[in-house]
């Protein structure tokens, strides 16, 4: 295993690093509050390609891998651009339509099965999407709007139950229990989105300490607060490296080892899960470390600080408590002392 960037994903790195930095500064972030989706930025994504990169070539995709879209979501994480870039790069994977893959439709996950009504519920980005894909019974689904494009409209719960009023078209992708691989997914790349959180929290930490002055010297010149981030690299490393290894196993496309006693674990979705879990507590430790850095400053609006510690919450919450998650891992790992 070779944690190392390709040179294409140095290629990529660069290129998106570029992109979310001149064209989704925080003042982007910040204007699109409280919806929190900047339509005349997606737009501009798709000029890069971006939506349908991690979709087959065969199917008119860039053949991108997991790893690859984890290198644009630590980009996107460092940027909390305001689209839905996550969870469309994994559901144009399941439902590689032409539209989707394009970008001109934008599409999206229930993370969750549908309620006994026919209610998907916490659906990101479900107030703009085009396609919601989920899991219905014991099938996965891709439902379309009945009218795409037009703007917020469900604020996040996808009614099924209504089909001939609220649905469009319908189409079955598989059956349900294959869609606990496009969680991994989700997971994988939204931990990659954490990890540039994290590394950005940390930047804007390192930065204010070194400016901020109390009697005639940075405040980062004293022990207390160099011990407090002394940490912080260590948190972004290791959730990138996580990360990345859940990514190779993703690729890898191999049924793997969960062997906690013997620390040999190769299973795709435990290590996306382990994954999630660190860089979720990850990201907000550094952001709640940074924020405090700031004093009170942190918490006022003019300071980006604050939005990258919402964000940082926020995006790990739209899956479930990560302490919960942390729950199911360990039954996952250690079956034995499940209870």
């Known amino acids: 295993m070779d944690l190392d960037l390709t040179e294409d994903q140095k290629a990529i790195k660069e290129v998106f690093s570029g992109f979310f930095t001149n064209e989704a500064p925080p003042t982007v972030a910040r204007a699109a509050e409280p919806f929190g989706f900047d339509r005349s930025l997606w737009t501009r994504l798709l000029e890069t390609g971006a939506p349908g990169m991690g979709v087959a070539e065969t199917h008119g995709g860039g053949g991108a891998s997991l790893g690859d879209l984890v290198v644009v979501a630590e980009a996107f ?114 931990s990659g989105a954490l990890v540039g959180i994290a590394a950005q929290a940390l930047a804007i930490a390192l930065e204010y300490v070194m400016a901020r002055q109390q009697f005639g010297v940075p405040i980062g010149s004293f022990q207390a607060i160099q011990q407090g981030m002394a940490d912080l690299p260590i948190l972004v490393d290791g959730g990138r490296l996580l990360t990345f290894k859940a990514a190779w196993a993703g690729d890898l496309g191999k049924p793997g080892i969960t062997d906690a006693g013997d620390s040999n674990i190769t299973d795709f979705e435990a290590l996306a899960s382990m994954a999630f879990v660190f860089t979720s507590d990850g990201a907000a430790h550094a952001t709640d470390r940074s924020l405090h850095y700031h004093g009170g400053y942190g918490f006022a609006e003019e300071y980006d600080i604050q939005l990258f510690y919402r964000r940082a919450r926020g995006w790990a919450l739209v899956y479930d408590d990560p302490s919960r998650e942390a729950l199911r891992l360990a039954g996952r790992l250690f079956p034995e002392v499940n209870h």
């Open 77 to 190: 994480g460092r940027a909390i651009a305001p689209v839905p870039l996550v969870e469309h790069l994994v559901a144009a994977r399941l439902f590689p339509a032409d539209d989707v893959v394009s970008g001109e439709s934008i599409a999206t996950l229930a993370l969750h099965p549908a309620d006994a009504d026919g209610t998907w519920r916490i659906v990101p980005a479900g107030a703009v999407a085009d396609v919601v894909i989920g899991v219905d019974g014991a099938e996965i689904v891709a439902v379309r709007s009945a009218a795409p494009g037009t703007g917020p409209r469900n604020h996040a719960a996808a009614p099924l139950a209504d089909r001939s009023a609220r649905i469009g078209e319908r189409t079955v992708l598989g059956p349900a229990a294959e869609f606990s691989h496009a969680i991994a997914e989700w997971q994988t790349v939204t």
